[in-house]
Every structure is written in structure tokens, then in C-alpha cells.
């Protein structure tokens, strides 16, 4: 009687260690899972935000440029009518 009690206590200890390490192994794998989602959703935002960057600079460049040759266009009329051009428009 006594070898079928320990056998029990044995068996039933045994369950409870597979159902601990099947509990973790699944919360490991869910941990996992939601990372690699992380990952992927972060490596999207990355990418948006490089081309959205891209976007920005093409716009400022343009920017720059208009800018920059109103003022160089302003500065030559300046100095067209301080040499007494009229309508000077290079």
C-alpha cells in the first residue's frame, strides 16, 4: 500500500513539474512572438520615417534654391540700378 502512495506522491509530482515547464515554455513563446511583432512594426515606422525624411529634404533643397537665386537675382537688380541700368534682368 505504501509503494502505490509514493508512487502517487511520484506521478503527481512529475505532473506538476510538466505543467510548470509547459506553462513557461508557452509564455516564452508568446513573449517571443509579440517581440518579433515589435520588431517588424518598429522596422515599418523606420522605414516611413526615412522616406518621410527623404520627402522633407527633397523639399527643402527646392526651398533652398528659390531662396537662394531670388537673392542673387535681387542683389544684380540692386546693382543694375546703382549703375544706372534701367530694367536690368540677368
Given at each position: 500500500?505504501?509503494g502505490?502512495?509514493?508512487?502517487?506522491?511520484?506521478?503527481?509530482?512529475?505532473?506538476?513539474?510538466?505543467?510548470?515547464?509547459?506553462y513557461?515554455t508557452?509564455?516564452?513563446?508568446?513573449?517571443?512572438?509579440?517581440?518579433k511583432?515589435?520588431?517588424?512594426?518598429?522596422d515599418?515606422?523606420?522605414?516611413?520615417?526615412?522616406?518621410?525624411?527623404a520627402r522633407?529634404?527633397?523639399r527643402?533643397e527646392?526651398?533652398?534654391?528659390?531662396?537662394?537665386?531670388?537673392?542673387?537675382?535681387?542683389a544684380r537688380?540692386i546693382a543694375?540700378?546703382?549703375?544706372?541700368?534701367?530694367?536690368?534682368?540677368s
Amino acid at each position: 500500500m505504501e509503494g502505490i502512495i509514493i508512487t502517487g506522491m511520484v506521478l503527481g509530482g512529475l505532473i506538476a513539474i510538466f505543467c510548470v515547464v509547459g506553462y513557461i515554455t508557452i509564455k516564452e513563446e508568446k513573449i517571443k512572438a509579440q517581440s518579433k511583432g515589435a520588431v517588424e512594426g518598429q522596422d515599418r515606422i523606420n522605414a516611413d520615417t526615412a522616406a518621410e525624411i527623404a520627402r522633407l529634404r527633397a523639399r527643402l533643397e527646392v526651398i533652398e534654391r528659390v531662396v537662394t537665386d531670388d537673392d542673387r537675382k535681387l542683389a544684380r537688380e540692386i546693382a543694375g540700378l546703382r549703375n544706372g541700368e534701367v530694367g536690368a534682368n540677368s
